[in-house]
């Protein structure tokens, strides 16, 4: 095992930032900051439940997302989106912003290696085509004209 030691420089560290229209107001989804990354991460730890070293479930387990992203989503005078607001919002865009946060945040989950992330592919792609074989169904039976 070899040992990196060359220098490592960052650079400018300044938070990346994503602009964010949501029903055309202005939001800004910023980078996670080291301690927003850690109360993510704990609040995802405190969410599951141990007993004898083996998960025995989970409590509030979907907020953790939406909090996430309440963490990083600021509006236009700077001010965080609370929490109740974002979980107001759809679930797809509740999902994108996550998503979107994680990103560009590099923080990524346990099971996300290439060989999950195939595995999650060759399952999404299934559901694809599931959906357009009952798009398809359907539209051939409204030309039919039969129900």
Same mark, same amino acid.
């Given at each position: ?15 990346? &930032? ?12 910023? &980078? ?96 694809? &085509? ?18």
């Amino acid at each position: 095992m070899s040992i990196h030691l060359e220098e490592m420089d960052f650079g400018d560290v300044t938070l990346a &930032e994503v602009p964010v229209k949501i029903s055309n107001v202005k939001y800004v989804l910023r &980078e996670a900051s080291g301690d927003t990354a850690t109360q993510w991460r704990n609040a995802r730890t405190n969410a599951i439940k141990m007993v004898n070293g083996q998960v025995a479930g989970a409590a509030n387990i979907a907020s953790i997302d939406p909090f996430l992203v309440s963490l990083c989503l600021f509006d236009e005078a700077g001010v965080l989106v609370p929490l109740k607001k974002i979980q107001s919002w759809p679930d797809r865009v509740q999902k994108d912003l996550y998503e979107r946060v994680k990103l560009i945040s590099h923080l990524s989950e346990a099971g996300e290696s290439i060989e999950a992330l195939k595995e999650q592919q060759k399952l999404l792609a299934k559901q694809i &085509e599931q959906r357009e074989s009952l798009v398809k169904n359907s539209s051939e039976t409204m030309e039919d004209g039969s129900d």
